[in-house]
């Protein structure tokens, strides 16, 4: 029983390079959500997405591109990474939008930019 | 806006006392409410939810948390904390569970 699974677990970039976080479920889960997460904040939501082909932004959307071409992938972009990126990232995803369909999180994606 | 505050950062209790972590909320409506755990190196785990009924809920792993409208408070709480209870601390507040506004956090050092 995957989960959430994210790839890579760690990842080292210089400035200005591109690169893309992968998130995959095998709950069949409607909902994804991308999130950052940095020491004192909490986790920010960055983009989520309802549903194959519907996507939105979150709180701190900007430098990041999300697609959903398929219900199990929601990939996140970095289009030109910048040292306040360094950070780590969670996918989560769950069933419906409502209270009683919590999230279930990937373990994380550790992102230093250089 | 909604918003979330943890006023502790870190929380240091000796093991088999009681815990009780604070988290205060900012939310126009009725709000959708989460305590999650993440241990070392981890996602992070839902203990409990509370969007009705009831204002004391159980959740996993032996712990509780008390909603209280007057005071915008949705309190966690332990009886008697393990070692394994070492871990990180989320509160969260939404309209809905997957749009989430989550607290700094508050880490929890368990002494032997």
């Known amino acids: 029983n995957a989960g959430v699974t994210q790839t890579p677990k760690f990842q080292v970039l210089k400035t200005g390079q591109s690169m893309t976080l992968q998130c995959a479920q095998d709950?069949?889960?409607?909902?994804m959500s991308w999130y950052r997460q940095d020491p004192g904040m909490g986790l920010r939501l960055i983009h989520y997405s309802v549903g194959a082909g519907i996507t939105d932004q979150g709180e701190v959307p900007n430098g990041y591109n999300v697609s959903r071409s398929t219900t199990e992938d929601f990939p996140l972009r970095l289009l030109s990474a910048a040292p306040s990126q360094t950070s780590v990232y969670f996918c989560a995803s769950s069933r419906g939008q409502g209270g009683n369909q919590p999230q279930h999180f990937g373990d994380g994606t550790r992102l230093s930019i250089l | 806006a909604q918003s979330v505050t943890q006023p502790d950062i870190h929380i240091t209790v000796s093991e088999g006392a009681s815990l009780e972590l604070r988290c205060n909320y900012s939310?126009?409506?009725?709000?959708?409410l989460f305590w999650y755990v993440q241990s070392p190196g981890q996602g992070l785990q839902l203990l409990l939810k509370?969007?009705?009924?009831?204002?004391l809920v159980q959740g996993i792993k032996g712990f509780e948390a008390e909603f209280k409208r007057s005071q915008s408070s949705f309190n966690l709480r332990k009886p008697s904390v393990h070692w394994s209870d070492a871990a990180e601390y989320f509160c969260a507040v939404g309209p809905q569970g997957n749009k989430l506004t989550f607290g700094g956090g508050t880490r929890v050092l368990v002494k032997p």
């Open positions: 509370y969007f009705s009924g009831d204002t």
């Open positions: 939310y126009g409506a009725t709000p959708y």
């Open positions: 709950m069949n889960h409607e909902y």
